[in-house]
């Protein structure tokens, strides 16, 4: 049995850890270092990925790679260039302009490490590495592949992707979305990328359409149910276990599933979430309180089922969707 097989008859963690490693190899082989005047920029670009993560989206591209027997140094090239990615959408997330956020990872965000100036010119050297990868013929020997997977990538990042989700998530500070609108937000912010990651193994396969619709079905499902998870820890979690600042939503007046049922519950909920959201912090408010009414007015649970739902339908088969 080859040790790809067996990677599927693994703990999750473990396979999880296993794909990180050959990841963590990978990026330490493509990122950039230098001794001229650039080297601060690209020691940002070093630290901002190379400092942690669980590689959820690296994973994806493997396994779905694997679905189709791709070949494993293609697989680690695409799934390396999706946490470049990934990791430049983390360092200008985390810049005082956007979410303001100091931690990252466990440790201090990108801006805080080095400037916002360095921070900003790291994710775009992210960014413009991550295309990079894909179009060397290194990454696949076919020219219409890497094609296709910068094509997909593109598409997944842009305006209709991850930087329109970002969008709708700092436009939802000023306004009151529904759940249909946080699903669509949560789709294109988080989703996009996960789908990507979904079906890049059927791209490097150059498998049919239907398989590659079926890839994007499943990611649709994981997708929310992924955003659903980190919304509730966002609400609900530990800096110290998550490693990232945590309460940013509540803070920015962002709208997430949680927050939603909590507001549509008891009117005391409403008036405390409603404070913080206009203070913009828990000035008046102890943490503690808040989780207390959460939980009164069960808008954990609510959200944790719909979670559950997502993740069950992710799980059946692939192409199968909880759309509604």
């Known amino acids: 049995m080859k040790s790809t097989e067996r990677r599927h008859l693994l703990p999750i963690e473990t396979s999880l850890a296993a794909v990180a490693a050959q990841v963590n190899d990978m990026l330490g082989r493509l990122l950039p270092e230098g001794d001229g005047a650039e080297r601060r920029v690209l020691d940002a670009m070093r630290y901002a990925t190379m400092g942690g993560g669980k590689r959820i989206r690296p994973f994806l591209v493997v396994s779905s790679a694997q679905l189709f027997n791709v070949a494993e140094a293609s697989a680690l090239r695409v799934a390396a260039a999706i946490e470049m990615l990934h ?33 900003i010119l790291a ?9 990079e990868v894909l179009a060397d013929p290194t990454t696949h020997s076919d020219p219409q592949v890497r094609a296709d997977l910068t094509l997909a990538l593109a598409r997944a990042a842009g305006h209709a992707g991850m930087v329109g989700g970002q969008m709708l998530d700092l436009e939802a500070e000023h306004s009151t979305l529904d759940i ?20 890049a193994g059927a791209i490097l396969a150059n498998a049919a359409a239907e398989l590659r619709l ?39 007046n962002k709208p997430t599933l949680p927050l939603i049922y ?22 008046a408010i102890a943490r503690n309180e808040l989780h207390q009414a959460v939980e009164r007015v069960g808008a954990i649970t609510r959200a944790r089922v719909r979670g559950d739902e997502y993740a069950a339908a992710a799980r059946t088969a692939p192409g199968s969707s909880t759309r509604r």
Do not use: N, W
């Open 87 to 119: 990791s430049y959408s983390l360092v200008h997330d985390d810049l005082p302009a956007m979410d303001d956020s100091d931690l990252r990872r466990g440790l201090p965000s990108a801006h805080k490490k080095f400037d916002e100036a360095t921070a």
């Open 262 to 283: 909590l507001l549509a519950g008891e009117p005391s909920a409403r008036e405390m979430v409603q404070t913080v959201m206009s203070e913009g912090g828990y000035a």
């Open 214 to 252: 079926a890839l994007r079905g499943y990611a649709h499902d994981l997708g929310l149910a992924f955003q659903i998870a980190d919304d509730l820890l966002d609400l609900m979690g530990e800096e110290r276990v998550t490693g990232k600042s945590l309460g940013t939503d509540l803070d920015q």
């Open 180 to 199: 249909g609108a946080i699903t669509r937000l949560q789709r294109m912010k988080t989703g996009a990328l996960i789908a990507f990651s979904c079906e």
């Open 123 to 131: 994710g775009d050297g992210l960014l413009t590495l991550a295309f």
